[in-house]
């Protein structure tokens, strides 16, 4: 059967449009994101330029106190900090344009290599903690969701105590447990795979809680829908409608939350790795901030904020595949 030439029109002009919103979804979000990284930047430049003490004296210590005026006044000169904070941050701008992110006032070395040397095993950390929360949340919550009353309420109260668990002390009672108690895993973390499992456990059981709170409520209503009473009508054994059925429909609000959960992530992952030894951009960071090394505080802050951008747009589109509808309701 050949459609008519209206017929037609009408489907064009409505791929269009979808096609416009979509570009106006992409443009709305990427305008976001480049101001987050903007904002983040200008902030940690404004924060570290203020702290009180003197920058010198903190990056040479003793041997600062032991220059003449005349050194003292070079060495300024040579790390830039004797230009109005201003100029400073305009420079560092300009250079950042130019991909350039400086040099390591203390360490001498290109930002760049020092935060590739270390962002790699920070972002393994990062993934692999998110990959076993989606897993022990998605599992929890099939196993458990509207089920008897009984087991709901403390399938319920245990999501609290999860998500409300702070990283730091979690991640010292694994370590006295399993590590210094049973030996089952190493101490330092290390770069092995056994080494692996207690630092990214740590941050994924009170994110697990949290997606588990979010997708269980959509879960629970998404069991007395048609849909639903309709799979089971045809014959779908409890686990196929739970699996199959139900659960696709439960965790956009659980996928939202990952979104905005990512930076907390990364921020857990800098304190777990000064907990478990581990070699990542965490250590770098802290030594960063005690020394006041701006360039590389600056260049590890820029990194950061590109990856949680990077992960909230990608969220984003995910967003658009599961649910449609919201193209349609964005205000771009």
């Not at 692999?128 to 998605?138: K, Y």
């Not at 588990?212 to 014959?235: M, V, Y």
């Not at 990542?280 to 949680?308: C, E, H, M, T, W």
Request: hydrophobic share 50%.
């Amino acid at each position: 059967m050949v459609e008519s030439p209206a017929i037609l029109r009408t489907q064009c002009n409505l791929r269009r449009q979808r096609l416009e919103r979509y570009v106006r979804f992409l443009a709305w979000r990427l305008s976001s994101a480049a101001l987050v990284v903007f904002l983040s930047l200008t902030i940690a430049f404004l924060t570290i330029r203020f702290l009180p003490g003197n920058t010198l004296e903190t990056l040479l210590g003793d041997t600062a106190r032991k220059f003449s005026a005349e050194q003292a006044a070079a060495a300024i000169e040579q790390l830039g900090l004797n230009k109005p904070v201003y100029v400073q941050y305009f420079d560092y701008l300009y250079a950042l344009a130019n991909g350039d992110l400086g040099v390591s006032y203390y360490q001498r070395a290109p930002v760049s290599s020092l935060i590739l040397g270390q962002i790699g095993a920070t972002i393994q950390l990062a993934f692999s903690a998110l990959a076993l929360a989606w897993l022990i949340s998605l599992a929890f919550v099939v196993l458990t969701a509207g089920r008897n009353a009984m087991l709901d309420g403390s399938a319920r109260f245990i999501e609290v105590v999860l998500a409300s668990i702070p990283q730091f002390w979690l991640g010292l009672v694994l370590l006295l447990t399993f590590s210094i108690g049973l030996h089952w895993l190493p101490i330092v973390s290390g770069t092995s795979f056994k080494g692996l499992i207690l630092p990214a456990l740590t941050l994924a059981l009170p994110l697990a809680g949290l997606l588990s709170q979010f997708t269980r409520n959509a879960f629970d209503e998404n069991l007395h829908q048609p849909f639903t009473l309709s799979s089971r009508a045809r014959g779908a054994s409890d686990l196929r409608v739970r699996f199959v059925h139900v659960l696709r429909h439960s965790i956009t609000p659980a996928v939202t939350v990952t979104g905005q959960s990512f930076g907390s992530l990364l921020g857990g992952a800098l304190v777990v790795e000064e907990i478990f030894a581990r070699q990542g951009i965490g250590q770098v960071i802290f030594k960063a901030i005690n020394s006041r090394d701006l360039p590389l505080v600056l260049g590890i802050v820029i990194i950061v904020a590109l990856l949680y951008v990077l992960i909230n747009l990608v969220v984003d589109i995910l967003q658009t595949f599961i649910d449609p509808r919201i193209l349609k309701s964005d205000r771009s």
